[in-house]
């Protein structure tokens, strides 16, 4: 499983909208549009980052480039 993170926009530390926790599992994730799939440019697509809580599972989706990720201190999970 991937190292937990904490994240920050500027110096608005990010926490998960449905549980509050602060602690995530991160991951590119293309943003595919129809027109680009149709076409077989789908390599093109955007991508944002996502952020996975790790309590409770939500995805939250960042195409944010000024977002930042920080490992967590040992022991936390």
Do not use: Q
């Amino acid at each position: 499983m991937a190292k937990p993170v904490r994240a920050a926009i500027g110096d608005v530390w990010i926490t998960c909208t449905f549980c509050k926790g602060d602690l995530f599992r991160d991951r590119e994730v293309k943003l595919n549009s129809s027109g680009m799939e149709l076409l077989n440019f789908a390599w093109a697509n955007e991508s944002a980052t996502g952020l996975i809580c790790r309590n409770c599972g939500y995805v939250h989706l960042f195409a944010n480039r000024d977002l930042e990720l920080y490992k967590a201190k040992k022991g936390e999970r």
